[in-house]
């Protein structure tokens, strides 16, 4: 059980501005959910009615007034000059109470405590969701995934192609699932990058919470822009990169501090007849051909080092008849190098033929040497295995993504990709054999 906090507000008095508040106070502790209802009497879904709190019909003074004087949670009475309903707010619920933690306890905690309701995860509303974009992906990681979390609950489907999802409606456009699902909270987009700003854009502008699969945008531009608007719309928005939701890679981050790199290489191959079987757009020039799986290598990277890595030079090769690359080698630099001498290099290719190989190898100033395999879910300490998990990237994704809603946040890392972006900026183009499928 842990501290569920429900920020109330309206169209003058702005959840964000409670948030503002209390941050000031309390920090990061407690979860936060926040609300809004139009003003003054309308009560909303999860607010005011929920909490019994339809006879609070005004409050005066800033923000800072509001959170310091309106409550106190250890009588579950409103006081002060605001408002004085003389009968407890908020209904008892199952399991004993719980304060905040003991950082988080001052007048402000306890007036914002009592716009909250301490639950068990699992009594939380479940957030709804729809999934744009029915592939491959979205049919083996983020489907599952979604059904077996309480936290979301699939609702719907977008495909263009008219692919469907069991027991739920499918909709050929966006604009078609906003029209018939006013009330949904949030969106997966997991079409083709090319067109997901476009589409992301769209989500925000209906009031939509957004995930992103990897990567988020064609651009950083894009990128930004989404960010930002995010922001404005005042809506969370999350840049998944799935590899670095592994145990095997929070152990190397974690052996890796504060050490220097002797050595370190990325070795990305698999054939892309298995991955993307006639997936024509990974070839178009708005996409990032092989880097579309490099780029989890890449996160893996911006992740684990202990200084940020940087793109020195780079090779692309290209099919003659295709305008993305289906290889690239990758020289970086670091500033956790341990001397000019130090190689750090990667290796990605498509034309692989067998089993995939997704491997990083790192060598430290100490001796020591780190292997991750099989993505980042294995890791490799001096020839022995450490840590061996399942694959389990998309359910940690997933809870990622319901902590960022609780807490009106949002997560748009951009480093892996940005080195994407720069191995294109520097990078010698190459031209190899035609590719046919």
Known sequence: MKADVAIIGDRFMLPSMFETAIRRKCGNAPTRRSYETPWPDVPMRHGYAEAGMDGLKEYQGGADEVVAQVGDASTQHFRGRYARPRRPLLPRTRGRRRKLPPSCQSDADRAYLVLSSLREDSELPPYTIAIIGVGKVAREEHLPVIAENPRFKLVGVVSQRGAEAPGVPSFRTPAELYDRMPDLSAVAICTPPHVRHEIAREALDAGKHVLLEKPPTRT????????????????????TWHAQYNAAVDEAKKRLAGRKIRSLSVNWKEDVRQFHPGHDWIWDADNSGVFDPGVNALSILTKIMPRPPLVDSAALVYPANRDAPIAASLVLTSEAAESPATRIVAEFDWRHKGD???????????????????????????GVKVVETPNLEYRAIYERFARLLDAGESAMDASSFELVVAAFRVGVRQTTVPFHW
């Not at 995939?356 to 001096?382: A, C, M, P, Q």
Request: no cysteine.
């Open 220 to 239: 950083m531009a894009e990128l930004r822009d989404l960010t930002a608007y995010a922001a404005e719309r005042r809506r969370s928005i999350f840049a």
């Open 356 to 382: 995939k190989s997704w491997e990083i190898d790192i060598e430290t100033d100490e001796g020591d040497e780190l292997r991750l395999t099989h993505g980042g879910s294995t890791l490799f300490v001096n």
